[in-house]
């Protein structure tokens, strides 16, 4: 599926930028009689193809939540498995990025990952470092909440060292330190697996994005359903807190 033949007349109404919160993977493995390790393997591969469809089709920035600030609540074995596959992930990935143009900008609270994990971030991040035009925004150890505080703190050293008056700031000085600075704002928010929750998730972000909810898992949101929700998306009239025309 190219961006011609799908949206051939929908071009001008493609969001530049979606969030994707990737829910599911557990109760699909339990589903297919498998263990909830198996759904996350199958998740990756589903956040492969998403990223794919997302640069074929034109999107700019595609954030996606792979492990939140909550996360470590899981039993040990998950949270290191979940690690250990986004290693793998990195490994295979930092070269297709590279290759493909895509940017790899990692979202959260990166210094607290095991180092191991760490080290192969931000390897991915200088690798792809010159790439333009296309953003993919994996949410690692991310927490909206996090995030706005971690802002705050650094608009308060700024303060502090005379760089900066209180007087100064707006929205869109706040906005200038958070991890998405310099990016469109986010136009689409999709949940999978039927939760109609935004989990602490781009909560900035999201003041006025479309929300898409669907009940499919995330092992099964192929290309396909990606698709149906930017038709979804194309439908609706963003009106920004104004009136129509
Ligand atoms: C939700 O399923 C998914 C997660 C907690 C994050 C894991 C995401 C992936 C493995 C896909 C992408 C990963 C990378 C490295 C790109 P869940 O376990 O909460 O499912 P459940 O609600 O059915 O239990």
Excluded at 160 to 167: D, E, K, N, S, V
Excluded at 220 to 239: C, G, N, P, S, T
Aim: net charge negative; with cysteine.
């Amino acid at each position: 599926m190219s961006r011609r033949i799908l949206l051939k007349t929908e071009v001008e109404s493609l969001p530049r930028h979606v969030a994707i919160i990737m829910d599911g993977n557990g109760r699909w493995a339990k589903l297919h009689g498998h263990p909830r390790i198996y759904g996350h393997q199958k998740g990756v591969e589903r956040a492969r193809e998403a990223t794919e469809f997302a640069l074929e089709v034109g999107i700019e920035v595609l954030s996606l939540y792979a492990f939140s600030t909550e996360n470590w609540a899981r039993p040990q074995e998950e949270v290191e498995f979940l690690m250990k596959l986004l290693e793998e992930y990195l490994a295979a990935e930092t070269p297709v990025m590279v290759e493909k143009g895509i940017r790899f900008n990692p979202i959260g609270r990166i210094s607290q990952l095991p180092p191991s994990t760490q080290r192969m971030v931000l390897e991915a991040v200088k690798a792809t470092d010159n790439n333009q035009g296309f953003t993919l925004n994996l949410a690692l150890n991310y927490g909206g909440h996090a995030e706005i505080v971690d802002a705050c703190k650094k608009m308060c050293y700024e303060v502090q060292r005379g760089a900066l008056t209180p007087q100064e700031i707006e929205e869109v000085t706040l906005e200038g330190y958070l991890y998405t600075k310099g990016q469109p704002p986010l136009d689409l928010l999709i949940r999978t697996s039927g939760e109609l929750r935004i989990s602490n998730f781009l909560l900035w972000q999201v003041a006025y994005a479309e929300l898409y909810f669907t009940p499919v898992l995330w092992p099964d949101f192929d290309r396909v359903e990606f698709y149906k929700a930017l038709l979804d998306y194309q439908k609706r009239e963003r009106r920004f807190g104004g009136v129509r025309d």
